[in-house]
């Protein structure tokens, strides 16, 4: 996925400089939300939707296994998905069971693609690289994504808001 996003053009006119989280919450607030991934702001969005479940392959207390994925898309308003379904082979089946949903692709895996807007998605959360020497060097130092300089986080909308 990194080749892959490495060759896109990102088109910053339809963009935002905010974290995938923000459309979330914009989104999401008294809805119920469906997360298919963890990340670090779970417990911001607990506070604002109606019903928050996270399906997570290896789940933490509180979070459902990947088996309860048909029946949880479909209950949800908002979907938020992590760019690793791309990886891992799940992301035709997550988009299928999302049709109708306002869907949130999110994370660093994500292609910031408008292609994607074709198959149902809303918005794109993913991350462009702004300086190449300094993410690498984070990167070979061992940083995780959220530690990682040189790094823009982006949303590509279906279409441009403020």
């Known amino acids: 996925m990194a080749a892959i996003n490495s060759l ?14 923000d ?16 990340f670090p702001w779970i417990p911001k969005l607990q506070k604002i939707a109606r019903n ?6 290896r789940p933490r207390e509180g ?10 898309l479909p209950q949800a308003d ?4 992590t760019g690793t379904a791309f990886t891992n082979h799940t992301i035709e089946e997550l988009l299928a069971l999302s049709q109708g949903k306002f869907i949130v ?8 693609s408008p292609v994607l807007f074709d198959y149902g998605v809303d918005v794109i959360g ?26 823009k986080h982006l949303n590509m909308f279906r279409e441009k808001s403020a």
Request: hydrophobic share 40%; net charge negative.
């Open 8 to 21: 896109i053009d990102i088109d910053e006119a339809r963009c935002t400089e905010k974290n995938a989280f």
């Open 23 to 38: 459309a979330l919450a914009e989104k999401g607030a008294g809805k119920n939300i469906a997360l298919v991934g963890h």
């Open 52 to 57: 928050l479940w996270v399906i997570e392959q």
């Open 63 to 72: 979070e459902l296994p990947p088996q309860a994925t048909e029946d949880i």
């Open 78 to 81: 908002v979907v938020g998905l």
């Open 105 to 112: 692709i999110i994370g660093p895996t994500s292609p910031l």
């Open 126 to 151: 993913g991350t462009k690289i702004v300086d190449p020497e300094k993410t690498i060097r984070f990167i070979t130092e061992g940083a995780i994504h959220t530690q990682t300089a040189g790094i």
